[in-house]
């Protein structure tokens, strides 16, 4: 199987980064106007490897990685060529290499093999000096008045960036909806509050798909017996004795979308610590706190369009919190790759340091998902960001044969495969499962053990 995964691998790098078509890009993108040593696919090499191995590259290193591809330009050389053409140039690559490397959907365990994918949906927000606001609009307040959001579809399944887009720092979740047209039908969507929308479902249901999301307060459902009268949830739950049950709804007071509600009654200290919360923000944006939040604060409350014969309640308990994976997606982004921080003050020089970082975040997806599940029947998992870390350690040793030499890459591809193999693997734990774990074992845990 690792014989396979490193052949395909090679074939889909090779292809993705292929010279001729490269330099056909930079050329119809307008960066490339005459004949020069530094064409767009050294460029594009240089600008790539150069944020893999130094994720905080300065134009000297830079300089330096171009001079170790064959060629020599100085520092102030290659700033002069990050402009508006390179913006479109690097845009265009990360597209196009996105779509050429894909991987193969994963199985990971056989109540999920049913969907063609399960997607994980959130945004980060990367902040950029305050000189940039009127480009890079912000929120303010504590936080920078000048910033990027990245609004980030994840395939878990398949291990990369199904879909991603750049919004200003001010742009809310809620109004995000691009990302529902690159829906599979037969997949799950899960979601986290910030982004509950009706419309939004509407538009999933269409697509032949299912959505995963916490409800939230102020959504008006409906019983089926009774599409008059709302649910008034704290009378409903004060009646619910086990500490998981479910009722077939409504969702919105005009809509035809059928659910699940699924109602998970939570820890004593979970429920307290939530309460604590709520009171804080209240009393910082000078609010009070009604009974009816504070009752909720002891549940937890899932809605979903997926049939009781798809998954089980633990089940859909357990592909929530998936939700978390995203979150280690973004923190290796940030704390491996630097993408939030992006040097200059000049929108070019930002936006082609950020495409270039996001097409080695998509090479190092591309190579370390396939060897996720590859061992799990011998519980064996592989940390990305320790896979990252040897991927950055090595990524120079495949800057000449990438797009150049087939054979030559893949016997790189093999190295590198086999010290994440033997290298890259999570710490065991005895106390706490993993997030996979937990997923294999959902139907076997009790409430308290998915939410410890």
Request: aromatic share 8%; charged share 20%.
């Given at each position: 199987?690792?014989?396979?995964i490193i052949r395909q691998a090679g074939e889909a790098?090779?292809?993705?980064?292929?010279?001729?078509?490269?330099?056909?890009?930079?050329?119809?993108?307008?960066?490339?106007?005459?004949?020069?040593k530094l064409d767009g696919f050294t460029f594009l090499?240089?600008?790539?490897?150069?944020?893999?191995?130094?994720?905080?590259?300065?134009?000297?290193?830079?300089?330096?990685?171009?001079?170790?591809?064959?060629?020599?330009?100085?520092?102030?050389?290659?700033?002069?060529?990050?402009?508006?053409?390179?913006?479109?140039?690097?845009?265009?690559?990360?597209?196009?290499?996105?779509?050429?490397?894909?991987?193969?959907?994963?199985?990971?365990?056989?109540?999920?093999?049913?969907?063609?994918?399960?997607?994980?949906?959130?945004?980060?927000?990367?902040?950029?000096?305050?000189?940039?606001?009127?480009?890079?609009?912000?929120?303010?307040?504590?936080?920078?008045?000048?910033?990027?959001?990245?609004?980030?579809?994840?395939?878990?399944?398949?291990?990369?960036?199904?879909?991603?887009?750049?919004?200003?720092?001010?742009?809310?979740?809620?109004?995000?909806?691009?990302?529902?047209?690159?829906?599979?039908?037969?997949?799950?969507?899960?979601?986290?509050?910030?982004?509950?929308?009706?419309?939004?479902?509407?538009?999933?249901?269409?697509?032949?798909?299912?959505?995963?999301?916490?409800?939230?307060?102020?959504?008006?459902?409906?019983?089926?017996?009774?599409?008059?009268?709302?649910?008034?949830?704290?009378?409903?739950?004060?009646?619910?004795?086990?500490?998981?049950?479910?009722?077939?709804?409504?969702?919105?007071?005009?809509?035809?979308?059928?659910?699940?509600?699924?109602?998970?009654?939570?820890?004593?200290?979970?429920?307290?610590?939530?309460?604590?919360?709520?009171?804080?923000?209240?009393?910082?944006?000078?609010?009070?706190?009604?009974?009816?939040?504070?009752?909720?604060?002891?549940?937890?409350?899932?809605?979903?369009?997926?049939?009781?014969?798809?998954?089980?309640?633990?089940?859909?308990?357990?592909?929530?919190?998936?939700?978390?994976?995203?979150?280690?997606?973004?923190?290796?982004?940030?704390?491996?790759?630097?993408?939030?921080?992006?040097?200059?003050?000049?929108?070019?020089?930002?936006?082609?340091?950020?495409?270039?970082?996001?097409?080695?975040?998509?090479?190092?997806?591309?190579?370390?998902?396939?060897?996720?599940?590859?061992?799990?029947?011998?519980?064996?998992?592989?940390?990305?960001?320790?896979?990252?870390?040897?991927?950055?350690?090595?990524?120079?040793?495949?800057?000449?044969?990438?797009?150049?030499?087939?054979?030559?890459?893949?016997?790189?591809?093999?190295?590198?495969?086999?010290?994440?193999?033997?290298?890259?693997?999570?710490?065991?734990?005895?106390?706490?499962?993993?997030?996979?774990?937990?997923?294999?074992?959902?139907?076997?845990?009790?409430?308290?053990?998915?939410?410890?």
């Open positions: 199987m690792l014989n396979t790098i090779h292809t993705a980064f292929e010279s001729d078509c490269t330099n056909l890009a930079a050329k119809a993108t307008g960066w490339l106007m005459r004949r020069s090499k240089v600008l790539v490897i150069g944020f893999m191995r130094h994720p905080r590259a300065s134009l000297n290193q830079l300089s330096q990685i171009s001079e170790g591809l064959g060629v020599t330009i100085s520092p102030q050389g290659i700033d002069e060529r990050i402009n508006a053409a390179a913006v479109v140039f690097l845009q265009e690559r990360l597209a196009a290499i996105l779509a050429k490397l894909e991987n193969k959907r994963q199985r990971v365990m056989e109540s999920l093999s049913g969907f063609s994918e399960i997607y994980i949906q959130d945004s980060t927000v990367i902040s950029l000096s305050e000189g940039l606001q009127t480009i890079f609009p912000g929120v303010g307040g504590k936080a920078s008045e000048a910033a990027i959001k990245i609004q980030l579809l994840f395939g878990f399944m398949q291990g990369q960036i199904a879909h991603w887009c750049l919004k200003n720092g001010r742009s809310a979740d809620q109004i995000y909806h691009e990302h529902s047209a690159h829906l599979l039908p037969g997949s799950l969507l899960i979601q986290d509050l910030g982004y509950f929308s009706i419309p939004i479902f509407q538009q999933v249901v269409k697509r032949s798909a299912f959505f995963l999301t916490r409800w939230r307060q102020g959504a008006q459902l409906y019983r089926l017996t009774d599409l008059n009268h709302p649910i008034y949830l704290p009378d409903l739950l004060a009646e619910q004795e086990p500490e998981v049950a479910e009722y077939d709804v409504q969702l919105g007071e005009q809509t035809c979308i059928s659910a699940r509600m699924i109602c998970v009654r939570l820890p004593t200290q979970v429920a307290e610590e939530r309460r604590r919360r709520v009171r804080q923000d209240a009393i910082r944006k000078g609010r009070n706190v009604s009974h009816r939040t504070l009752a909720l604060c002891n549940w937890n409350i899932f809605l979903t369009n997926l049939p009781l014969e798809r998954l089980s309640l633990h089940q859909i308990l357990m592909c929530y919190s998936l939700r978390w994976q995203i979150e280690l997606i973004f923190k290796l982004w940030k704390s491996q790759a630097a993408i939030n921080r992006l040097a200059g003050f000049r929108k070019e020089r930002i936006l082609v340091e950020l495409y270039a970082k996001m097409i080695g975040l998509v090479l190092t997806h591309f190579l370390t998902a396939p060897l996720r599940f590859i061992f799990l029947d011998q519980l064996i998992e592989i940390s990305l960001p320790k896979a990252r870390q040897i991927l950055q350690d090595r990524i120079i040793l495949f800057a000449g044969f990438i797009g150049l030499n087939l054979s030559a890459l893949q016997e790189a591809i093999g190295t590198l495969v086999t010290s994440i193999s033997r290298f890259a693997r999570k710490t065991r734990r005895s106390k706490h499962l993993s997030s996979l774990q937990r997923l294999r074992f959902a139907d076997q845990l009790s409430i308290s053990q998915l939410y410890s």
